[in-house]
């Protein structure tokens, strides 16, 4: 049972409005599920509701077998949630970006510095900005600096909301064998994105909204 | 519902240090985010001799009040953005999946809040107090009270701006919100200078002031918390 997340019959109303309709699905360890959908069918919604940033009408969220709410800590602790708003504070530099986050979600046993961050920066072709405050950098970059947090943290599920805007083909290549690399080192993905996605050895599941 | 997610898995020192040094660098290259509310409060104080008239005794009488009102308005002025920009841009909601406790950021979010707008006017607030006729002897306690007080502001209006988040405009209701949890710190605040302005003892408003204090720093940081998580999942 461990790391397996469980969605079973998500129903979410807006208004008079049935957005989500008992949506169900399993993401197992070392799988990747994309969900599709046209704008304003639920997506979003759902990846919230996943998180727990959301409430759900019906339905229940399990991780590991037990309802998220029941295993918040442990729960968080494996949860790296990406979302529009990826947290990107204009002002601060990559690296001062990046701080808090590995320290938000690390654990103390796993604890990244500068080096690290210096290193994830490197990954994704940014350590020339990385002392430049984020406003200077342009919107692919700023998702470059957001997505370094797939280098750096160590979270088994991965909930990417449309991980791929923004980016050019290299980006985007680098972000695939990513998340290739997490899937078949036991990681689960559940992520949003219209385009397709190729992921070498990785068989990628759907679920279709609306 | 759980409030504090349990125990921290990195130390709560560091947590802390780690987010008033990025609030502080933040703050540092957003000068206009703090210096407004300070500067509106050098405005109001020095308006108000220009207003009523020179008259050192009327000044005298008038100055504990007008230096408070004035106070807990430049701290209400501060309050709008001290959840506004995470909420925007998506920090409060990988603060609150972060699984670390919601209540101690919130309290080192707090802390800064009040470096850079409490602790200002209480380093202006000797010089304003000469202006309106205030005595030497009478300035010990007017800063006392205005630590204390701003401080308990500060607690008190973020559980305010953490209801509102998201909110467009929420200044009035904002206000609304917090004023009246407020009122307390005021009456007590103007008593206690008021008091060592006459000479009389000013330590029983002082304790007081001391005591709900307390109370802000032990329950807002909880309260907060939990209308920042509500804020959060009712968004989008």
Redesign the interface.
């Known amino acids: 049972m461990s790391n397996k997340l469980e969605a079973k019959e998500i129903s979410v109303w807006r208004g008079d409005n049935l957005l989500l309709n008992n949506v169900s699905f399993t993401l197992d360890a070392g799988e990747v599920l994309q969900v599709r959908g046209a704008n304003g069918s639920g997506k979003?919604?759902l990846l919230?509701v996943v998180?727990?940033?959301?409430?759900a009408d019906e339905g229940q969220v399990y991780w590991s077998g037990k309802p998220i709410e029941k295993n918040?800590?442990q729960?968080?602790?494996n949860?790296l949630?990406l979302?529009?708003?990826?947290?990107?504070?204009?002002?601060?530099s990559a690296i001062?970006n990046l701080?808090?986050?590995t320290?938000?979600?690390?654990?103390?046993a796993s604890?990244k510095t500068d080096a690290d961050i210096e290193q994830a920066l490197d990954e994704l072709s940014l350590i020339s900005k990385a002392h430049l405050?984020c406003r200077a950098l342009s919107a692919g970059q700023q998702r470059r600096v957001a997505l370094a947090r797939l280098v750096l943290q160590t979270a088994k599920l991965w909930v990417l909301d449309e991980p791929l805007t923004s980016l050019d083909k290299a980006g985007l290549a680098l972000v695939e064998q990513r998340m290739a690399a997490h899937a078949h080192s036991g990681g689960s993905i559940l992520l949003t994105t219209h385009a397709p996605v190729n992921m070498a050895g990785v068989k990628v599941s759907t679920l279709e909204l609306g | 519902m759980n409030l504090d997610n349990g125990t921290s898995p990195v130390g709560i020192a560091l947590l802390i240090k780690c987010i008033v040094v990025r609030e502080w660098s933040i703050a540092v290259r957003n000068p206009g985010q703090w210096l407004n509310p300070l500067l509106f409060f050098v405005i109001v104080v020095s308006l108000f001799p220009l207003g009523i008239g020179p008259s050192p005794a009327t000044l005298e009488t008038i100055a504990p009040g007008i230096m408070w009102v004035s106070a807990l308005l430049a701290v209400l002025l501060s309050l709008d953005a001290l959840f506004d920009a995470d909420y925007a841009d998506g920090t409060l909601e990988q603060m609150v999946l972060s699984g670390q406790s919601m209540s101690l950021i919130v309290l080192a979010k707090v802390l800064v809040h009040w470096l850079l707008s409490g602790l200002p006017l209480l380093v202006l607030s000797p010089i304003l107090g000469l202006l309106l006729n205030l005595s030497l002897d009478t300035m010990p306690v007017l800063m006392i009270s205005l630590f204390l007080g701003t401080l308990t502001m500060s607690l008190i209006g973020a559980i305010g701006a953490a209801l509102t988040v998201g909110l467009n405009q929420a200044g009035v209701l904002l206000s609304l919100l917090v004023l009246p949890l407020t009122v307390p710190v005021l009456i007590f605040g103007s008593a206690s200078v008021a008091a060592a302005a006459s000479d009389i003892s000013a330590n029983g408003p002082l304790l007081i002031l001391a005591a709900v204090l307390i109370l802000a720093l032990s329950l807002a940081p909880l309260a907060t918390a939990l209308a920042l998580k509500i804020g959060v999942s009712g968004s989008n």
């Open positions: 979003t919604t919230r998180c727990g940033l959301g409430l918040r800590d729960y968080y602790e949860l949630y979302g529009h708003k990826p947290g990107i504070k204009p002002a601060l001062e701080r808090i986050f320290l938000l979600n690390g654990r103390a604890a405050p």
